[in-house]
């Protein structure tokens, strides 16, 4: 067994930390409230979401499903006027 040979039990640990830790980093940062101002009104609104199935697809199909961002966020909506734009 070659590959048993270059990999130890600490090292399998280090490969499955980063492989968890990095679709949980990228969660988290996409989760993340982002303000931007209504063209409409000016107030600031919270940020259209990405959907479910992105994060699905991309967790899944981790790193390819990543692409999946590319279909964009939800509409976002005022919380003071109700106008809807595509951010
Ligand atoms: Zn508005």
């Known amino acids: 067994m070659i590959i048993a040979g270059f990999l130890g039990p600490q090292e399998i ?46 967790i899944l199909f981790f790193p390819f499903g990543l692409l999946s961002l590319l279909a964009g966020r939800a509409p976002t909506t005022c919380s003071s006027c109700e106008y809807r734009w595509q951010s």
């Open 13 to 58: 640990i280090i490969i499955l930390l980063i492989v968890l830790i990095i679709p949980i980093l990228l969660i988290v940062l996409l989760v993340r409230n982002t303000n931007v101002s209504c063209p409409k009104c000016g107030k600031l609104t919270i940020q259209g979401k990405f959907r479910f199935w992105q994060f699905l697809v991309s």
